[in-house]
């Protein structure tokens, strides 16, 4: 740690709020949080002094109504000016719609993609989000994508160069999820191939979580593409490191958006969500990552930051709302962020 760590103050430390909405509110699922709870237990993690700075956000019911859309945008305002918080990145609601499929579903995705970078230039002019992506994803699952690989990879990237047309407009960059549970961004050959096919980096990146590429790793929904033998076991680190540098060498060019999380090497879902990485929390001891050691493989390269970005986020989705709730969360979160900025942080 750098004698100074202790004062940078960049990249901001940022809440997800959707973790109150994946995975909840359907079925048997437990029920959603509201926006408002999910910032006030924000709002009230401190650790040595050092609170959260902003949120990112998810839009789509209950937190953002899109349906009205600019009484919603002077809500977020207002709610920012009341908890003392910036608003980041957004997750764009392309569920939709697909990446793939007919023109109608393409048409539905794209259009939730200029919902978001309508919402995200509008808070920006209004002075409460100062950095940040819109997200998006394929919108498809592996299944669907593997029923023609090479055609739906094709739609993908061609639905995703009109996105970008879109946010040029809006002077918006666009991060593409890695998850194993999207089909053809479902490994992180996967993923490369399509940010190397749209070819517009200074439009789409790559949005990095820890949990979620840790499965890539292990070849989850897509073996050809896994990394760690076999035989591999957690105890062989230096097997870990290697495949960990060959897989975030790959993608750290591309990452303009990343969320610090904790991963059991399980997969995991909940609701309407498909299963993908297990998120656990910060110092759940199933954990499997050295949080902030492999944090700098992403954010440091020749041993300064890459200052690609100017926020991290937390990820934490599909947990029981009982640990939701628990302010004492938020406290370890917090903690596990502020340890990855003192290592990987800048003035």
């Not at 100062?130 to 739906?152: F, H, L, Q």
């Not at 739609?155 to 996105?163: C, N």
């Not at 599909?318 to 990855?340: C, G, H, I, R, Y």
């Amino acid at each position: 740690m750098s004698q100074n760590a202790k004062s940078h103050q960049y990249p901001k430390l940022h809440n997800a709020t959707w973790p109150g909405v994946v995975g909840k509110g359907v079925g048997d699922a437990e029920p959603c949080i509201d926006l408002v709870t999910m910032l006030e237990l924000t709002k009230g993690a401190e650790v040595d002094g050092v609170k959260f700075d902003g949120f990112d956000l998810f839009l789509a019911p209950p937190h953002f109504d899109t349906s009205n859309q600019d009484a919603e945008i002077d809500r977020i305002v207002e709610l920012c000016g009341k908890y003392e918080l910036e608003v980041g990145s957004f997750v764009a609601n392309v569920w939709s719609g697909s990446a793939i499929g007919d023109e109608s579903k393409r048409d539905a995705f794209l259009a939730a993609v200029e919902q978001g970078c309508a919402i995200g230039a509008a808070l920006r002019a209004k002075g409460v989000r100062p950095n940040g992506v819109v997200r998006i994803d394929s919108s498809c699952s592996v299944d669907d994508w593997a029923k023609d690989p090479d055609e739906n990879t094709k739609l993908i990237v061609d639905t995703f160069k009109r996105a970008c047309e879109i946010a040029m407009k809006y002077d918006e960059m666009l991060a593409m999820e890695g998850e194993v549970c999207w089909g053809g961004m479902h490994s992180w050959r996967r993923c490369l191939q399509v940010l190397e096919m749209v070819d517009l980096p200074q439009v789409l990146g790559f949005q990095a979580d820890m949990s979620h590429t840790n499965l890539f790793l292990l070849g989850a929904n897509a073996p050809e593409d896994r990394l760690l033998p076999d035989d591999f076991t957690w105890d062989q680190t230096e097997v870990y490191d290697e495949a960990y540098k060959k897989m975030t060498d790959a993608l750290r060019p591309w990452t303009v958006d990343f969320h610090v999380a904790q991963n059991d090497g399980t997969v995991f879902g909940s609701g309407a969500h498909d299963k993908t990485g297990r998120h656990c929390l910060p110092k759940d001891p199933n954990g499997k990552l050295d949080i902030t050691k492999y944090a700098k493989f992403w954010l440091m390269e020749d041993g300064k930051p890459t200052r690609r970005f100017n926020h991290l986020c937390w990820d934490g989705c599909m947990f029981p709302n009982s640990a939701m709730t628990n302010p004492q969360t938020w406290n370890d979160v917090l903690e596990a962020m502020k340890n990855v900025r003192d290592a990987c942080g800048w003035r």
